[in-house]
């Protein structure tokens, strides 16, 4: 039984993974065939709500309520909802349309990166050019965006149903396609504003330690804010029809799967083997997303998209490597530290045992001089 439990989180993530990738075909499929980025972003998030809502009103009422928000607290996770959830949805959703879909998903490898860069400008993580792990991770960093760049400016011939000479009329940059481009900076957008959000989930978090009241209010702020949104800039009532039943499915499959349960395999991963491990299997997803994306959806693969997929998965296991000599690390100084102050206590606890034990002896040999001076007498 016990090597059956090592094989759970193994399985839960694989899973995981697999579902993400369904959501990045899905959602590809359901803009391809005409549905508006912005008002998908509000059906998903309104179903995400409605989804978390009830689950996080029931845990905390068993658990019996928490303390209130307050206006900073709420004013905090107004402005990561903004951040990491509409935000990003939008830009995101906008690039998966303009790019590819296998384009989307490889850029979410770029978040270990681009949260180390991100948390350096911050100050939240020490950079020691004289350490081995921190050059992995920026040696990681440069291979990622490196990757990034290659993805979307190089070509070459396709490797998917097409000649494997290079033909006379291609180029090995891209070919010139504006949308393609912007949709890859929209992408690497989208990737920006994802690590900012784990970063203001620290403050976050620490206001509301919920987790689940955290993340449905985040989902209940994001389809307010996503709504003005949309109306804004689709004033026609028309941008929001839905046209087929893969519209629909696919928006219940993304909010339900892709705001529900993936938070709670997610976190139960991370509680069982911690957050790097759930890191490793990103990769999985771009190649799951990249095969299926040339069977269903016709998408081309390129030489130079492959390579620089390649070296972005490359620097993200620089970076994870990096990351876990830090906790490893991290983990034996507070070893140490615990150890230093187990020794303190013991010390104290010793001197206080002598200073005790040397009163009680005088004592008693002043008792025992007392009587025998009475005996004299």
């Known amino acids: 039984m016990g090597g059956w439990d090592d094989y759970k989180p193994v399985m839960a993530m694989s899973g995981l993974q697999f579902s993400y990738a369904v959501i990045t075909l899905t959602s590809r499929a359901s803009l391809l065939q005409g549905m508006n980025p912005r008002v998908f ?17 029931f845990s905390r009422r068993e658990s019996g309520g928490g303390s209130s928000l307050g206006l900073r607290g709420f ?12 935000i990003y949805q939008n830009v995101y959703f906008e ?3 303009l790019a590819s879909s296998s384009m989307a998903s490889a850029m979410g490898n770029l978040l270990p990166a681009v949260t180390f860069v991100m948390a350096s400008i911050f100050g939240l993580e020490r950079v020691d050019f004289g350490s081995l792990r921190s050059i992995a991770k920026i040696v990681g960093t440069i291979l990622c965006v490196s990757g990034a760049v290659s993805m979307a400016l190089l070509r070459g011939p396709k490797l998917l149903n097409a000649e494997l000479l290079l033909p006379a009329n291609s180029h090995v940059l891209g070919s010139g396609d504006g949308n393609w481009l912007l949709g890859c900076l929209l992408l690497f957008g989208s990737c920006c504003c994802w690590s900012l959000w784990l970063i203001l989930q620290v403050p976050a978090s620490a206001r509301c330690p919920d987790l689940l009241s955290l993340s449905a209010w985040m989902c209940f702020l994001a389809t307010l804010q996503s709504a003005v949104l949309a109306y804004f800039t689709e004033p026609e009532p028309k941008a929001w029809n839905i046209h087929s039943s893969l519209e629909i499915a696919s928006c219940i499959y993304t909010g339900v799967i892709g705001s529900g349960l993936s938070f709670f395999v997610q976190a139960w991963c ?8 759930c890191a490793m299997f990103n990769p999985l997803c771009t190649v799951i997303v990249t095969i299926l994306a040339a069977i269903f959806l016709q998408e081309e693969i390129y030489t130079g998209s492959l390579l620089g997929a390649i070296g972005v998965i490359i620097g993200l296991y620089m970076v994870l490597w990096g990351k876990a000599k830090d906790l490893v690390e991290n983990n034996e100084e507070a070893a140490n530290l615990r150890n230093d102050e187990a020794g303190n206590v013991n010390l104290l ?3 206080d045992d002598d200073d005790l034990e040397e009163p009680l002896i005088l004592s008693h040999k002043s008792t025992k001089d007392e009587d025998r001076s009475e005996e004299i007498i």
Do not use: C, K, N
Not at 270 to 277: A, D, E, N, V, W
């Open 41 to 57: 972003v509000v059906y998903r998030q309104a179903i995400a709500t409605l989804v978390i809502a009830p689950i996080a009103y």
């Open 75 to 86: 004013s905090l996770i107004f402005l990561v909802s903004l951040i990491g959830v509409t």
């Open 270 to 277: 991370i509680s069982r083997r911690g957050p790097l491990f």
């Open 95 to 97: 690039g998966l349309y």
């Open 349 to 351: 606890i010793e001197d």
